[in-house]
């Protein structure tokens, strides 16, 4: 058994850092298993790129630990660096060279023999669908393909650790969902990613788990559906036809039942969603109470992400 | 060791292979010296006269060497500003390679850019009628003292474009830069300077490699009298050292530094 799978790929404790008087990142903990790819979600200057900064050894950490593939960033940061691959939130790759030259020159200081980067230049390009362009220089590529490139570069040494610093903000949906099938290609040769996304989108999309993150501190986190979960799962509501029934059908939802009396509406948790649709049915039958409306509703990131951040903002 | 030297060289290279892919770049930034040498030379040349008598051009020539070795800080400063605004400087530190090799492979790369302008300004001196008049030993020297301020004034470059960082603070450059290379005798004599202004440019280190230059060439100098006129090559070795020893541990500190 490898260490990331005993011990994971990411481990990060307490971890904080501040530039002057504000923090950017505090108290943080955060695990990520081999191969997962974990999708750290949060707003602008939540503090994502100064996590990844200090994951990839570019930052020093103000307190805490952090491991990556085992290794300390701090102490260990040589051997960090052998196995990552970043990807910035800018495309760090030289404008003036071509495509080629760029990944060919990255490799190199990957330190690959010459023969070897030159031939690992050319399956990056033919990977990432740049076979073409790879004799132009990279100021003549459009987003999507620069993005493109600059994944390739985070990913010479095929490193199993990955990071993603909002890779597809600023791409246009084309330019999008290449990035997008080119990180599943990747998450499925089983490469650990970190993930970072204003997009919930995004993060429901790619991510198997995620990490919500907000003023420098954990908000929440869980698969997709476990965060959807958080702000109460699934509810069933009822609008029903006269103000006058509503008590009678909060009575009918159980001891959680909400009542909206402007929208002539109650709601309540339906966790076991069609079973609870019959139970609610039946029961309006029974005591002949007209409904207008009833169903079972499933709340959306969106709204998981927002009475998150709304929070603390 | 064996990385610092390999990975400085492969930073190196990519800046040669910038040239290969920008001809016209390269080629207009070694023209423009030139120009300034046919400017000076012929158009405002009439109106020049050496103190000591002497032809204007064999003044002039050592003084555009040094001055372009002034100029060059902004290529220094465009480039590693670029790179640090663009993301390129945090890619190269989070690969395995020499964290070392970012500056020195610059730093080649820069001196190698200066030699190849110097090498073009020495023919085109040669073509408008100068010549080193005291031997090829001397005139290596004087090669040698223009290509130690470049280097000197290449960790000023880097330094100022790690605590910068903004390439679109390089008109800041030009504006620091272009006092520096008229207020000196690179292109005019300091006595013809109001008194405060002629001491400045005395003692303005493109002064002095300039005046050591002309000293070691054999060419016509300005004369002047001062201290700093007549130790000419001491300072021209002087300041260099000092540009260094100063912001060369600014430079490797404000490297470090990015690590916050
Ligand atoms: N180098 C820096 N100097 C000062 N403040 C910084 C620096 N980098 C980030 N910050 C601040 O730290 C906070 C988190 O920033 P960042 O990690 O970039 O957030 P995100 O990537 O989530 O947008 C922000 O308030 C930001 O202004
Ligand atoms: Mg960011």
């Not at chain 2, 492969?10 to 046919?38: C, E, K, S, Y």
């Not at chain 2, 530190?93 to 110097?118: E, F, I, Q, Y």
């Not at chain 2, 300004?121 to 020297?141: I, K, N, Q, S, T």
Request: hydrophobic letters at 50%.
């Amino acid at each position: 058994m490898s260490y990331g799978t005993l011990y994971g790929m990411i481990r990060v404790t307490g971890l904080a850092k501040r530039f002057g008087a504000t923090p950017a990142l505090d108290s943080l903990d955060l695990h990520v298993p081999e191969g997962q790819v974990h999708g750290l979600l949060g707003p602008n200057g939540a503090g994502k790129t100064t996590l990844v900064r200090i994951l990839t050894t570019l930052l020093r950490p103000g307190a805490g630990q952090a491991r990556v593939a085992g290794f300390d960033v701090v102490r260990q940061a040589a051997d960090v660096r052998r196995h990552i691959g970043l990807v910035g939130q800018h495309a760090a790759v030289d404008e003036l060279l071509t495509g080629r030259q760029n990944l060919a020159m990255f490799a190199r200081l990957s330190h690959l023999p010459p023969r070897a980067a030159a031939a690992r230049a050319d399956e990056l390009l033919d990977q990432f669908g740049l076979a073409d362009a790879g004799s132009k220089p990279a100021k003549d590529y459009s987003g999507g393909m620069r993005r493109r490139l600059d994944l390739a570069a985070g990913l010479i040494l095929a490193p199993p650790v990955l990071f993603l610093d909002e890779p597809t903000t600023g791409l246009d949906p084309r330019a999008r969902d290449q990035v997008w099938s080119a990180i599943r290609d990747l998450a499925g040769r089983g490469a650990t990613i970190l993930l970072t996304t204003q997009y919930l989108e995004e993060a429901d999309r790619l991510a198997d788990k995620i990490s919500i993150i907000d003023g420098g501190r954990l908000a929440a986190a869980g698969t997709p559906a476990e965060l959807k979960a958080t702000i109460g799962g699934d509810r069933i509501e009822v609008v029903a036809a006269s103000a006058a029934d509503l008590p009678a059908v909060a009575a009918l939802l159980g001891p959680y039942a909400r009542i909206d009396a402007d929208a002539r509406r109650v709601s309540a948790p339906a966790p076991d969603r069609v079973a609870a649709l019959t139970r609610a049915v039946r029961g309006l039958e029974e005591a002949a109470i007209a409904a207008e409306d009833i169903g079972v509703r499933r709340p959306t990131l969106d709204e998981v992400f927002l009475r998150l951040t709304e929070r603390t903002a | 060791m064996r990385w610092a030297i390999a990975d400085g060289w492969t930073i190196t290279r990519r800046d040669l292979a910038h040239w290969a892919n920008q001809p016209g770049q390269i080629v207009a930034g070694l023209l423009f010296p030139v120009m300034i040498v046919l400017m000076f030379g012929y158009l405002f040349g009439g109106g020049m006269t050496v103190p000591g008598g002497g032809d204007y051009r064999e003044f002039l020539m050592p003084g555009m060497f040094a001055l372009t070795m002034v100029f060059g800080l902004e290529t220094t400063y465009a480039a590693v500003s670029a790179d640090a605004a663009r993301g390129v400087t945090d890619r190269f530190r989070s690969l395995p390679m020499a964290s070392s090799a970012v500056v020195t492979g610059r730093a080649a790369a820069d001196l190698l850019n200066s030699a190849l302008a110097l090498a073009v300004l020495v023919g085109c001196g040669l073509a408008v009628g100068w010549r080193a008049e005291a031997g090829p030993g001397r005139a290596a020297l004087a090669l040698g003292l223009v290509l130690l301020l470049r280097f000197a004034l290449l960790w000023l470059g880097i330094w100022l474009g790690l605590v910068v960082g903004k390439p679109e603070a390089l008109v800041a450059v030009q504006i620091l830069v272009w006092p520096v290379g008229f207020l000196s005798s690179a292109l005019v004599s300091p006595a013809t300077m109001p008194g405060w202004l002629g001491a400045i440019a005395e003692w303005n280190p493109l002064s002095a490699t300039a005046a050591a230059a002309r000293e070691l060439f054999g060419n016509p100098g300005w004369g002047g009298d001062s201290w700093a006129a007549q130790h000419a090559i001491t300072l021209a070795v002087a300041w260099p050292l000092v540009i260094v020893a100063v912001f060369f541990p600014l430079s490797i500190r404000a490297f470090r530094r990015l690590g916050g």
